[in-house]
């Protein structure tokens, strides 16, 4: 009985042992502050918990790498802008280009650490070759080639060969930011540049065509200016020159009526010009008009004698011959001016070819 008493009592003491060591132990771990904790190294690939996150992570120095200085950050500019002229690369989207396909230059192609460069062919690629197979990984699948960096050294380097059935295309490959990266080399056969070349040709050849064709309604409109300011002045000139008298005489004949309407004088021509009407049922055919002038002498007591003779003037005819029946048209004499002396006076002459309906007008106006 005495022994069990004094196994209990044993155990209750070892027990309240254990339970001030831990206390104990609690105590210490919460005296020891949180700044004091020191992590030796990271796991940049694992997130990390939450009695960490509001520590600073450590830089490229802390790590063992040096950071890039500003001065190697230009030399990376300088040298996309090179490969950028080099290559000849029309940008289409960022870090995607076009390419006209060569075998006779070396293009430059950079890779990125944890991205893939497509190189997107006009056809099949037959063949690839790349010559370091440790730095750099290559798939190909029909048209397209991807090239992926598989190691971490910056400043890994190959070459790359491409042979497609309208020749070999050579790669400089190197690794650079990914800000700077060729993520797509689009290619295209020599003959889709001829193409794009020719339509560009084309579409000039048209608008050059329109440009000629607008040109031309231009200069024809000038021309048509130009004509028309001519004549306007023309007519000024003329009637600032041209010495007009109203006649109004006029002769009948049966049937037949002839009017004298005016007498001009422009520049070097005098104009006399008149109208025939006919009211007869047949056509009045004119052969023949005239005019002239004629001389009168006088008799004693002032009358005048019958003149003596007809002096016809040289003359051109325009009218409309023959004259139809019930019509009226107009004619005109065309000749030289003349200056009628004293008892001189004028006189006009209409004939028909069978002479049966002569009409005469005498001692009309007349132009000195």
């Not at 694992?46 to 063992?64: A, E």
């Not at 010559?131 to 080639?145: C, H, I, P, T």
């Not at 009948?252 to 005098?270: A, F, H, P, T, Y």
Request: aromatic share 10%; charged share 30%.
């Amino acid at each position: 009985m005495k022994k069990s008493y004094f196994i209990l009592i044993s155990l209750f003491i070892i027990t309240l042992l254990a339970a001030s060591k831990r206390v104990s132990a609690n105590e210490t771990k919460r005296s020891v502050p949180q700044e004091d904790i020191n992590f030796e190294t990271y796991d940049l690939s694992k997130k990390q918990t939450s009695n960490v996150s509001n520590k600073k992570l450590p830089s490229q120095t802390d790590l063992g790498r040096p950071e890039k200085s500003e001065e190697e950050k230009d030399i990376k500019k300088i040298d996309l802008e090179t490969r950028k002229k080099f290559n000849k690369l029309a940008r289409a989207t960022p870090q995607i280009y076009k390419v006209t396909m060569r075998s006779d230059v070396v293009f430059k192609l950079q890779t990125a650490l944890g991205y893939v460069s497509t190189i997107d062919l006009p056809e099949p690629a037959l063949k690839v070759f790349i010559g370091d197979q440790e730095l750099f990984k290559a798939g190909v699948y029909e048209r397209e080639v991807l090239i992926k960096p598989i190691t971490d050294y910056q400043d890994a380097r190959t070459n790359l060969t491409i042979v497609t059935d309208s020749g070999r295309l050579t790669f400089d490959v190197s690794v650079g930011a990914p800000e700077t990266a060729d993520f797509v080399l689009d290619f295209r056969l020599p003959e889709d540049d001829v193409f794009v070349e020719n339509a560009y040709e084309k579409r000039i050849h048209e608008k050059e065509t329109v440009f000629q064709k607008e040109y031309q309604e231009k200069e024809k409109n000038l021309d048509q200016k130009a004509k028309n300011l001519a004549d306007q002045k023309l007519k000024q000139d003329v009637a600032h020159h041209a010495t007009t008298l109203m006649l109004r005489k006029h002769e009948e004949e049966g049937d037949i009526r002839v009017n004298l309407v005016s007498l001009s004088k422009i520049g070097e021509k005098m104009y006399l010009r008149f109208g025939v009407r006919n009211l007869s049922s047949t056509p009045y055919k004119i052969s023949k008009a005239v005019v002239g002038f004629q001389t009168y002498g006088r008799k004693n007591l002032g009358l005048m004698k019958d003149p003596q003779g007809l002096i016809e003037f040289q003359s051109e005819l325009e009218i409309t011959n023959p004259v139809l029946a019930s019509s009226y048209v107009y004619g005109v004499l065309v000749f030289s001016p003349r200056a009628l002396g004293k008892n001189q006076y004028p006189i006009f002459l209409l004939f028909e070819e069978d002479g049966k309906r002569n009409l005469k007008i005498e001692r009309f106006k007349w132009i000195p």
